[in-house]
């Protein structure tokens, strides 16, 4: 039997407890991310993601932002640098949040795979049941 799960509030920041935050309900995504800039950005061969809307977003401290590529936001804890979120400028209603920003990332499952172009296979584990994407979505 499926689980409603949407009142559910999940909170979640850095490493050093500056940035901190909160979202309401389901994600309406989630990505196992394999681009170049996501193992710049994390220092490890896989990322992954899950989206959020905004409508229901609380910082508490406030991320600083990267501009990695034109319009493409990364934020980051100003303090201790943890990497927290990315963003298309163009689509404000949605943010990615870094799965382990999750105080409890275990309720999260992620969708796709994407960037599957540039994986580093002996570092990411490929689930085959889930949609590969030789590029972003
Ligand atoms: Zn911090
Ligand atoms: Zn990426």
Redesign the pocket.
């Known amino acids: 039997m499926p689980t409603t799960r949407t009142t559910d509030l999940h909170t979640g920041g850095c490493l050093c407890g500056t940035v901190r935050f909160s979202v309401s309900g389901e994600p309406t995504g989630g990505n196992h991310?394999?681009?170049?800039?996501?193992?710049k950005?994390s220092g490890s061969g896989v990322?992954t993601?899950v989206t959020f809307p905004t409508a229901t977003l609380k910082w508490d401290g406030k991320p600083a932002e990267f501009e990695s590529s034109p319009n493409r936001f990364r934020g980051f804890c100003p303090k201790c640098g943890s990497s927290l979120t990315?963003r298309h400028g163009d689509y404000n209603d949605f943010l990615d949040f870094r799965l382990g920003s999750f105080d409890d990332p275990t309720p999260f499952k992620a969708k796709k795979h994407?960037?599957m172009s540039t994986a580093l296979p002996s570092f990411a584990e490929i689930d085959p049941d889930i949609e590969h994407i030789d590029q972003?979505s």
């Open positions: 991310c394999h681009c170049g800039m996501c193992r950005d990322s993601f990315w994407l960037w972003s």
